[in-house]
């Protein structure tokens, strides 16, 4: 009889534990499927937002003999830095002043320089635009090294670029 005891006192506790962690289980997955329907609801406010979204132009290579410019979503505004060196334009997307990743280049270079390039390396740049001996041509970096709000964030500015170089424009000075 005392066996029969020990057994249901055993049988109460590894009840008592299974119960225990099915409601955990439910809870963590209660809480991942918010997590995911709340990031979810996030991408919808942002692609919204882009497509409601203005622009303001910006100008770069200003102290070349021409001017470069091109069109910014504004929901961009704060979250990214341009910096320009030399024959190149680089817009970074902006975490922190110490957490900076690039979204994509601008450069340029002469026909004969450019032609030389594309036969001696495959090169992941493309071509944008050809004005008077110059070849403009931009480079998207799809590495997102980011993880939630900033990965969205970092995917949804990458999927503007393209729209963004179809803006692009250049002045001779």
Do not use: C
Not at 90 to 102: A, H
Not at 115 to 138: A, G, M, N
């Amino acid at each position: 009889m005392n066996i029969f005891i020990k057994y249901k006192r055993l049988l109460l506790v590894l009840f008592i534990i299974i119960i225990i962690i099915i409601v955990i289980i439910f809870f963590i997955h209660k809480n991942k499927q918010i997590y995911n329907s709340s990031e979810i609801q996030e991408i919808n406010t942002v692609t919204n937002q882009q497509k409601s979204s203005k622009f303001s132009r910006i100008t770069f290579f200003n102290t070349m003999s021409m001017i470069g410019s091109l069109s910014i979503p504004e929901i961009w505004e704060g979250k990214y830095r341009v910096k320009e060196d030399g024959n190149k334009v680089s817009f970074l997307y902006i975490v922190n002043p110490d957490n900076v990743s690039p979204i994509f280049s601008i450069k340029f270079y002469e026909k004969n320089e450019w032609k030389d390039l594309q036969k001696k390396e495959k090169k992941f740049e493309r071509e944008i635009k050809t004005k008077d001996d110059l070849v403009f041509v931009y480079i998207l970096y799809p590495n997102n090294i980011y993880t939630g709000k900033e990965a969205i964030e970092f995917q949804e500015m990458s999927n503007q670029v393209k729209k963004i170089i179809e803006s692009f424009k250049s002045f001779k000075l």
